[in-house]
Structure formats: C-alpha cells, structure tokens
C-alpha cells in the first residue's frame, strides 16, 4: 500500500471526475422530475442517443470531438421537445405506474434501435489526441481526459447557476417548480417553460452521454445500464433540488470510487448501504429542508 | 360446398403429413439455442455468423442428410433456455441442439437434454463443472481453468515472479482464480495481490490503482467482454499498467472485439485456443468464407469458430451416420474424434468431451497501422484441466 496520502487523492480526484460525469446525466432528470413530477425512465437513452450521435458524426464525417459534442446536444434537444409534445404531454399528472411503464418502454425501443442501427456491441469512441494521456499534477498523474470531465462539470455547474438565479427564465423555472397553478395565475407560460426545461435537461443528458463515453461506454444497453446510479442521484438529491444534486453526484463518486478502492469486494454494496441510510434518515433528500 | 371444403383441408393435411414424414428421414435438423438479442446479442449474432459461413461453404447437404437450421432466441435468460430447448425438441423434432451464451442456460437445460437424449454442441461454454450436468454436452471450446493455468506457466516461464489476479465476480471469475493461483504458486512464483471485481463496477480505475500499488510482474485479468473490458483496459492504460506490466487475459480481446478498444488495447496478451491470423488451410477458408459473406473487416471470434465447429462435426456426424443419427449413439462416436478445424487439429477427449488442442499466447500489436492479434506462443495439445 502506498501512503495515506497517494491514496487520499486518488480517491478524491478520481471520485470527483466520476461524480462530475453522473452529475451531468443526472442533472437533467433532477430538473424535469422536479419541475413536471414526470418519473422519466428513458433519461438515459438521451445520454445514449446524445453519445452515439457524437460518436457517430466523428466517425463517419470525420467531425471534430467539440463540434460532434454540440451536434449531439443539438440532435437530443431537439428529439426531446418532439417528444414532449408527442408523447410526455401524455404523462403530466398521469399516475406514477403510467409514467414508469411508458417511460421503462421507450428505453426498450430506444436499446433495440440502437443494437438494429449499431450492433449490440461496444459503439467505440477514440478520443482527440489533446484529450489522452496523463499530466504531472505535482502530487501525481493525473488523466487529461478527467480534468477535462471535471471542467466540464464546473462550467455547467456554472452556467446551470446563471441560469436559475439570473435571469427571468430561471426566475420562472423556480416558481413553476414551486408551485404551478398559481405560476400559471399570475400570467406565466408554464406549459412553453416546460418545454424548454424539458429540452435543457435531455441536452444536459446528451452532453454527459457524449463527454462521458470515455469514461462509461456507449452500448445499446447503455439507458438501462446507468440507470440505478442515474436514480441514486436524483433519490437523494430531492425534487428539483439543482444545488443537491452537485454534492449529491461528487458524493456518490467519490464514496464508490473508495468502497472499491479499499475494500474491493463489497465496493459495490458501500454506495447502496449510503443510499439506504441517507433514505432513512433523509427521505425528502440529503439537502432538502424539512417542511415543518 | 362446406364438406367438399373439409374433405378438401383433410387430404391437404394428410398429403401434407406424408410430406413430412418422408422429408424427415432425410432431413437433420438442427435447433440453435441462445442469446440472439439482449445484453449478451454478440454472442448470438457471431453464431450466425460462424453457422451461416460453414452453410455457404458447405451446402446444406450432409452426405444424402440434408441440414436445417431453426433459431431459437434465450434472450440471455437462463430461465428461457429450458423453454427454448424444450420447444425446439419437442415442436420442431431438432435432433441436435447448439448453444447456450452462458453456462448457467446449459445447466438448467441439461434436464430436458438428458431427459430425451439429444446431442447438444457448445460453442463457448467454459464453466469448468458444466460438462457434469449431461452426458450428452459436448464443449468446442475450452473450459477457463485450462487457460488459467496456461497463462500461469506460461508466464512462469517468461520470468514473471509475481502475479495480481483481478477477475469478475461471478462464478467464471472465481473460477480463473481458483486455477491460476496454485498454477502460478506451484511454478515457484507469488501471487501478491487478488482482487474480486464487482459486476455492477462503472469506473474501474481503483482496480488500476490497486493494482499498480502492488507493482506485479503480471496480472491475470478476466473481465466479461464489452464494455466492461473496454473500461478495464482504459483504466490500466491510464495508470502506465499496460506498457510495463504483462497483462494476460482470455476472451477479452478477441479478434473480432479489438476495434471496440482504442490504441490502449496494444501489448495486451491472451491464452487461448485461436487467433484469426493462425495459418493454415482450414482457417484461411473460414475467414475467407467469413468475410465474403458478412464483409471484409469482418473478424471471427471463438463464438464464430466454436459455432462453425459444431456444424462441422454436425455435418461429419449426419453424413457418417445417416438415419442412426441418435443421442448415444452420437456420443460414442465422439469419444476421441479427431479432425482438422481453423483452430488446428482438435480431438475430443473421451472423459471429459472436451477439446484436446493447441493454445496460443496472442499479443496486441499494431500490424501496418491496425491493431491486431499477433501470436507470440504456441502450447501444443493442451488436455482439458479436469473441471469438477
């Protein structure tokens, strides 16, 4: 074993570029759960369309990774507002078991697509070359990829903040999350503010999907896959809760990412153990304030 | 106009019968049974492949026997494999059964195989213990406890003196462990480091990091293909593993799979009982087969190898046998079998129905700009490690 220390940053800087990749997945279904209580299952084939169309322009038109990225997030927004009017307009207010069932479908029909289209194989993504290898951090080696992944989360994270606390579509966002029917009384569009919020959150998904495939490969299975991990996030991070939802995802990371680390072979139980434990003390979610 | 109709539909049926029936004594079929969709699809799909490819090369005549082929698709669930292969026994009258992705399928299918004696090919399988489960199984590929201890002489005698074993949590895993460790002790050399990797693992670098702490001359590794060995190796990658530690595996970088992988893949060794580049007649026909059928950057893998093998010995048997095509009669026959496959020459031992073949140590290289299996080894007539 090498010291305490090598071993602490590892965990840290490992955990937090891992729970920076879940935070941008998840992040989208944490505003859409919150806002349309819409318990939207096929989140992750977002991340899986918006990963493979990245991969699939690079591949096949020789795009480079930035453009191929925004490509992605493009395509996604705007499959996903397609869909919000065809198909998730359906579900607002529907019972739970109907948005499961229908959502949990998409999923199927979006993993069989993909396999049709791609194969059921590992769709591979090569990275640009500015992107691989490693650089001395001082304290150790760290990869360029990762760094990248973290900055990436850091600016949403960023922009996601300017977003709802600085201008009047966040302004609305948050009334409309608070409380819908008197949002719509005071002369707001809430089903136009859905829409956009709907496209933000599957964009966001897209972008994780395509920056992320380094890190969690693209395969048709890929909306099923991460799922569990998707939901951890959004379980503990509370309804609509943004600011959660980042500690939540860097938690999530970092305690997986040393449940493996130091006792491998119930690295997979520790995160499921602080899940647990967090739903029953904190059902409402880890940050959220009690309702007195 | 009603009667005429019915008297009609009933010389239909029975002319229909008499077709059947006469057609079946002459005809062989053949039911394939695995994961044709699903998480495990590649399995299936690389079936097809190897199953179709020895079909074009060969006719479907079998001697005067000729051969058909009805799919039947487990999804990967081993709790339709009994269904599956009780249906294709039982409704479309197979007389022989190849398949099962993973072993857990053909075990709960043993009952019915032995149940109504049906010779049963398995192109992949390996759990060690399987061949228990029926006496009418019979393995065209190899079970991982004989490449196990292949990799751990094998490196032994390289000079490594230290190994980290690193497996996947599940019963194949384990069982790679269980072979490797005493193989590589018993050779003189330490094992200084094991560890069991949760199947549910996203993020492998803290097995990298493991790993890497421990410093190890080698490490066996056995990941299950796909995405979850894509990120294992981009994980030791990342940690300098793969340039300065020999990195032996199985099945993770088959042929047909390094193109999922990027350039971090290179130096990768595996011990195993075919590579696409092996020379000789029998290989250059099935890869050549292959790639006019299904493409020129078509690569087989031993799902394609093992499945056309079974036709092969399928098609040997039906033509060697005609209408005594029958369960024992089939096994008696098989008990050392010998005969040329892509893989070399291939004898089935007469305990164990299993292969008795060559193994080869292949090693990741960039052949002319694309990453390719190179073989640096070869281990003649390997015999199967006794499973149970």
Do not use: C
């Amino acid at each position: 074993m090498a010291s305490a220390a090598s071993s602490l940053t590892f965990i840290l800087l490992y955990g937090v570029s891992y729970g920076l990749v879940l935070f941008i997945i998840s992040i989208g279904l944490v505003i859409t759960m919150g806002l349309m209580r819409v318990m939207n299952l096929a989140h992750g084939a977002f991340a899986a369309i918006g990963g493979y169309i990245a991969v699939g322009v690079m591949t096949n038109f020789g795009i480079p990774f930035p453009l191929a990225v925004v490509a992605a997030v493009a395509g996604v927004v705007a499959l996903s507002v397609v869909l919000e009017r065809l198909v998730f307009v359906n579900l607002y207010g529907a019972p739970e078991l109907d948005q499961v069932l229908m959502t949990i479908g998409i999923n199927f029909i979006v993993i069989g697509g993909l396999t049709i289209f791609f194969g059921p194989n590992v769709y591979p993504i090569s990275l640009p070359d500015y992107l691989t290898g490693n650089v001395d951090l001082g304290i150790r080696n760290f990869e360029v990829y990762r760094l990248f992944v973290i900055a990436m989360g850091l600016i949403v994270v960023v922009g996601l903040w300017i977003m709802f606390e600085k201008t009047s579509f966040g302004a609305k966002l948050r009334a409309a999350v608070d409380n819908p029917s008197m949002t719509r009384v005071i002369g707001i569009n809430v089903n136009r503010v859905f829409i956009i919020a709907f496209g933000i959150g599957s964009g966001l998904a897209a972008l994780g999907g395509a920056i992320g495939a380094g890190m969690l490969p693209l395969e048709p299975y890929y909306p099923m896959k991460y799922l569990v991990l998707v939901l951890v996030v959004v379980a503990l991070s509370g309804f609509g809760n943004m600011r959660a939802s980042l500690a939540v995802a860097v938690l999530v990371g970092i305690v997986d990412t040393a449940g493996r680390f130091l006792v491998p072979s119930f690295g997979g139980f520790i995160i499921y153990i602080v899940l647990v434990v967090l739903m029953v003390l904190r059902p409402e979610g880890l940050f959220t304030k009690r309702a007195a | 106009m009603v009667t005429q109709r019915n008297r009609l539909g009933t010389i239909t049926v029975v002319a229909g019968l008499m077709v059947s029936t006469s057609a079946m004594a002459d005809t062989l079929k053949v039911g394939v049974v695995g994961p044709m969709t699903g998480p495990l699809a590649v399995m299936g799909e690389q079936w097809r492949q190897g199953i179709e490819t020895f079909m074009e090369l060969n006719g479907d005549k079998a001697g005067d026997t000729t051969i058909e082929v009805v799919y039947r698709d487990t999804t990967g669930n081993p709790a339709n494999a009994k269904q599956m292969a009780q249906e294709l026994i039982v409704r479309e009258r197979v007389q022989a059964l190849v398949g099962f992705g993973i072993s857990p399928s053909a075990a709960a299918a043993a009952p019915v195989i032995n149940e109504v004696q049906i010779p049963t090919f398995l192109p992949h399988v390996a759990s060690p213990a399987l061949m228990d489960a029926s006496p009418y199984f019979v393995r065209l590929g190899q079970n991982i406890a004989t490449n196990a201890e292949v990799a751990a002489k094998w490196a032994r005698e390289s000079g490594m003196e230290s190994a980290y074993v690193a497996v996947a949590d599940y019963a194949p895993g384990h069982d790679v462990a269980n072979a490797f460790k005493p193989a590589f002790e018993g050779a003189g050399g330490t094992v200084t480091g094991s560890d069991n990797i949760p199947l549910s693992t996203v993020d492998f670098s803290p097995f990298a990091e493991r790993i890497a702490e421990a410093q190890p001359d080698m490490v066996q590794l056995f990941i299950p293909p796909g995405a979850q060995a894509v990120s294992m190796v981009k994980a030791m990658a990342a940690r300098g593993l793969m340039e300065d530690t020999l990195i032996m595996g199985q099945g993770e970088a088959e042929d047909s799979d390094i193109h999922l992988f990027d350039g971090t893949i290179k130096n990768f060794h595996s011990a195993i009982y075919y590579s696409e580049s092996l020379d000789n007649p029998e290989n250059e026909a099935f890869v050549g087969g292959l790639q006019a059928k299904f493409g020129e950057d078509v690569l087989p893998s031993t799902f394609t190898l093992g499945a056309y093998d079974s036709m092969a010995l399928i098609y040997a048997l039906a033509s060697e046998m005609g209408a005594d095509f029958n369960g024992d009669a089939v096994m008696a026959k098989l008990a050392g079998y010998s005969w040329a496959s892509p893989r070399g020459k291939i004898t089935l031992d007469a305990e164990s129905r299993e292969p008795i073949q060559d193994f080869v140590i292949r090693r990741v290289e960039d052949v002319d700009g694309q990453l390719r299996n190179v073989v640096v080894d070869t281990i003649p007539q390997v015999h199967p490690i006794s499973g149970s």
